[in-house]
């Protein structure tokens, strides 16, 4: 090649030529590399990746050079070719003389092709013809999304449709009942990026203007963008200034999304988090009954006549029954019940406060004063979960082999009691039926 001015177009077609007259050594050793189209498929997917090979979890690129490069490879990635390329494919790509083609779709895929027979515009013909081909199939192209900002939210309710497994005393469940509305909660999934969040926005205008708590839970979502940050901080800005406490709950379980959601909560002192959606539920139920006045019965012992398992005895056949009960004190701590050990006795809780768990910690509910715990001993004979004490509980314990006695000495209280534990394992049954409900609706 003579020493005559290179034209723009001549540098676009003929590459290699141009770089020979230029002596750029390193697009030679760039186009030299001996690569398979596996690892041509491997350096697309990385891209597509936001700059994480998707092999060893390594961050090679910064997704800022990431989102540049596929600028760049959408704009002039196949030369002469590239605005038929974005038309008919419609995948950011970049193509060689030596008959290389990566394509990286953003968070979808990574592609690679290899064959040498090249075009008149320096494209491999049959990588064209390949991706082309997959484009069509699989309906590929950039501009052609279908994806839906509401999916964002996988499940959104107030407190009427689920509580959390505290069981709460009678007073305490009217209290909720009536003010229901005063906590919304949001169930949010997937990538959250700004269209998902600024839907959430929307929805969360819409909920604080009957909401005091707005419950946000994090357990399934997994990417957090910094569009979304910046947009839930402005929408938690707005709550606060209308007397509305934003709650964050699953925070901690995916690292992906723990160090944005930790920089929402610097210096806002109107938003909480938790670990778990049930103690954030739990949480905002707890403000709800202590503002409306239902904490003020607590310190006040319970007794018999407020158990739902002894519902409709009368006083003297509650005397009698006490008689067959012994006056139990567990400490704060104290395990009380025993996975897999003989039931033996069920416990009527008078003051302090219980929680029901499996052997892994898991809560299933939490018992306040006025309620049964080991009731299913009536019909199992092992445990099947743990119950500790969370404060200081003064409880009557009731013998099987007493009550049976009793039972049998006086069979229509027997009667009355088996009905009252029928209604009560209903109602739990209800409750886990609209919970199921709920999140098969959405």
Not at 112 to 138: I, M
Not at 279 to 288: L, V
Not at 298 to 305: D, I, S
Not at 310 to 317: H, P, Q, R, V, Y
Request: glycine share 8%; charged share 20%.
């Amino acid at each position: 090649m003579n020493n005559r001015l290179i034209t723009i177009a001549e540098t676009r077609s003929r590459p290699y030529e141009f770089a020979v007259h230029l002596g750029y050594a390193g697009y030679f050793r760039q186009c030299a590399i001996l690569v398979t189209a596996r690892d041509l498929a491997v350096m697309a997917a990385t891209l597509a990746n936001r700059g994480m090979n998707p092999l060893t979890d390594d961050q090679i690129i910064s997704p800022y050079a990431v989102s540049h490069t596929l600028s760049v490879m959408t704009s002039s990635g196949m030369y002469d070719y590239a605005g038929e390329w974005i038309y008919r494919v419609g995948i950011p790509a970049k193509s060689g003389v030596g008959g290389g083609i990566i394509a990286s779709l953003p968070a979808q895929l990574g592609l690679g092709t290899y064959s040498p027979l090249l075009d008149s515009h320096g494209n491999s013909v049959r990588g064209l013809k390949t991706c082309e081909a997959l484009s069509a199939h699989f309906d590929l192209h950039v501009l052609n999304r279908n994806g839906d900002v509401r999916t964002s939210i996988s499940a959104e309710y107030d407190i009427r449709a689920t509580s959390s497994r505290r069981s709460r005393q009678p007073h305490e469940q009217e209290i909720l009942e009536r003010h229901h509305a005063s906590c919304h909660v949001f169930e949010l999934s997937g990538a959250l990026a700004f269209g998902g969040v600024e839907y959430l926005s929307r929805r969360i205008l819409q909920a604080r203007k009957h909401a005091q708590f707005i419950i946000l839970d994090f357990g399934r979502v997994t990417t957090l963008s910094e569009a979304a940050v910046r947009l839930l901080a402005s929408s938690f800005s707005e709550a606060a200034s209308n007397e509305a406490t934003i709650v964050l709950s699953s925070v901690g379980k995916q690292a992906a999304i723990a160090e944005p959601l930790a920089q929402l909560a610097e210096g806002n002192s109107k938003l909480r988090k938790f670990a778990l959606l049930d103690e954030a539920i739990e949480w905002a139920e707890d403000q709800i009954v202590y503002r409306n006045g239902g904490y003020e019965r607590l310190k006040v012992p319970t007794t018999l006549r407020e158990q739902a398992l002894l519902a409709g005895l009368t006083d003297a056949e509650l005397e009698m029954l006490a008689g067959e009960m012994k006056a139990r004190t567990y400490r704060t701590g104290e395990r009380i019940v025993r996975t897999g050990e003989q039931a033996s006795a069920l416990f009527f809780l008078l003051s302090g406060m219980v929680s029901v768990k499996l052997p892994n910690g898991v809560r299933l509910a939490t018992l306040a004063p006025g309620m049964v715990f080991g009731e299913m001993a009536l019909l199992e004979e092992l445990r099947t979960a743990d119950v500790w004490a969370d404060t200081t509980s003064h409880c009557l314990e009731l013998p099987l082999d007493a009550y049976a006695r009793f039972r049998a000495q006086h069979p229509h209280i027997g009667e009355r009691v088996v009905r009252n534990l029928a209604g009560l394992l209903a109602k739990r049954l209800i409750l886990s039926n609209t919970k199921v409900s709920l999140l098969t609706s959405h």
